[in-house]
């Protein structure tokens, strides 16, 4: 383990890193050099007026935020003699079981390829290009044959594998403490219990005003949601990320919710983004991936034919679409227990140099993929700001839904704490389910992956949303009514 100071002094470093090859460290360079034409400053006490120009101008608040942003997104480091895959995952089982899973989702995946003759990605020629640019925001309206297309992989067979998860070393030894736990998920991973959910969401207790949520609270339901709403305006006045996350933990006001979401997620609109923005469209312009066959289908089995869904359509195409062109969401494989597939140019296979991440963005979309952004749509109507949130929700969160880790917000420790809780505190009903041969975690589990989208009304779900992005963590997905009772 690395001792506090060292650990510290690496963390520092490694923000530092990072954040020198941000935009944020050009435009903080730019306002230094503009400050030297101030005639505040001068010259014999140059570094504290620089640093007291960029604080009272808001450039320190923004520094402020992409650091604590950066603490929120990648994990704490490990010991510089700890090999690099243990930052994406410590236990080699889960490791092996992932790679194993990727290596099946690459071979359904080719064999599609194979059965339909259909390249993995094409130039698209003029005339299709100026096609698809004519109706780029009505691709809706577009009726592709997709009968043959089918879904990589949906939740129930991800389900399967999560099942047959063991660790060999447990497997091995004679202690019987985990065989108790009759529920699906057989790995003997750490989950918190009622108490330690207590402590750790202890703004949710029932005493404690929630946001359009009608439990016994000691405030009047209008005089806690007037008082909520002052505080909001005022947080979003500060632009103080640490003040935002922690302010989503009572629910969001509807009207605040998305400047605030942003602010959480250090999101800005600045013009280099809707620049990068086009470019991932011109990709997609240009360029003809057979995973785009996979995002169409996918948006027409889901949001279309979802009531609250289907009029953002075209929005869908478009963000999904420019994100699997995305290269810089590799970047979160860093921390992702997974690894991003490769694919080979024609001739080459094997040869390393000649390997391309496949999709460029490393993510295979499955079932229910769409409906990560579906939601989304409410929040946000211009679709580069739309798709920049999306992005930052999925490297930060999501992605741990469709991946084998031992995380505590990851999938298997959601599904062992939704089992353990059950079990626990509503044996009666767990085991009745278990009779009639209806496991409950087969019933929630697509409920899980899908953060619930799909299967809670919008504002139910946006406010459950408000409390993943405010605790940092997924584990309100698995959680129930027992936990404040």
């Not at 450039?59 to 930052?87: G, I, R």
């Not at 079932?367 to 999925?394: D, T, W």
Request: charge should be negative; hydrophobic fraction near 40%.
């Amino acid at each position: 383990m690395l001792g506090q100071d060292g650990g510290l002094s690496l963390t520092i470093a490694q923000i530092v890193q990072r954040l020198k090859g941000s935009g944020l460290h050009a435009q903080l360079e730019r306002q230094a050099r503009l400050s030297l034409h101030n005639p505040e400053i001068k010259l014999e006490s140059l570094k504290e007026d620089i640093k007291e120009f960029l604080k009272t101008s808001g450039w320190e608040k923004k520094l402020q935020n992409a650091v604590y942003s950066e603490l929120s997104v990648f994990p704490l480091p490990c010991h510089p003699s700890a090999p690099p895959e243990h930052t994406k995952e410590s236990l080699a089982y889960m490791r092996k079981a992932q790679g194993n899973w990727e290596k099946r989702i690459l071979k359904s995946l080719n064999s599609m390829c194979t059965e339909l003759g259909i390249p993995l990605a094409q130039k698209r020629s003029i005339n299709e290009q100026k096609e698809l640019l004519s109706k780029w925001n009505e691709m809706g309206t577009d009726e592709p044959d997709l009968s043959l297309f089918r879904p990589v992989y949906a939740p129930k067979d991800f389900l399967e594998v999560l099942m047959n998860l063991r660790n060999p070393n447990y497997e091995n030894s004679e202690q019987p403490s985990f065989r108790n736990h009759l529920g699906l998920i057989q790995v003997p991973l750490k989950v918190k219990d009622i108490p330690e959910l207590k402590e750790y969401f202890n703004e949710l207790d029932l005493n404690t005003g929630q946001l359009d949520i009608d439990d016994s609270a000691h405030v009047p339901p209008e005089l806690f949601e007037n008082e909520h709403v002052r505080i909001g305006q005022k947080v979003l006045m500060e632009q103080d990320s640490a003040a935002a996350q922690q302010y989503v933990r009572q629910g969001c006001p509807n009207l605040l919710r998305a400047e605030l979401w942003a602010l959480i997620l250090n999101v800005s609109s600045q013009p280099e983004d809707v620049l990068y923005y086009e470019q991932l469209k011109s990709n997609v312009i240009q360029h003809d991936l057979l995973v785009d066959n996979l995002i169409y289908k996918d948006v027409k089995l889901t949001a279309s034919n979802d009531d609250y869904y289907f009029v953002f359509e075209d929005y869908l195409y478009q963000v999904l679409l420019c994100f699997s062109r995305d290269t810089s969401v590799l970047e979160h494989f860093a921390y992702n227990s997974a690894t991003p597939p490769k694919s080979y140019v024609r001739g080459k296979l094997g040869m390393e140099e000649y390997a391309v991440f496949y999709p460029p963005n490393g993510v295979i979309p499955f079932h229910g993929f769409s409906m990560y952004v579906a939601p989304l749509c409410f929040l946000y109507n211009e679709p580069s700001k739309l798709y920049q949130m999306f992005r930052e929700i999925y490297v930060r969160y999501f992605f741990r839904l469709h991946s084998i880790s031992s995380h505590p917000s990851g999938i298997v420790s959601l599904c062992l704490l939704f089992e353990t809780l059950l079990q626990t505190h509503l044996p009666q009903l767990f085991y009745h389910l278990r009779e009639i041969g209806a496991q409950p975690l087969r019933i929630s589990f697509k409920w899980m992956v899908r953060a619930f989208s799909g299967y809670l009304a919008t504002d139910q779900l946006l406010l459950l949303w408000d409390r993943v992005l405010g605790y940092n963590s997924l584990e309100i997905l698995a959680g129930n009514e027992n936990i404040f009772c």
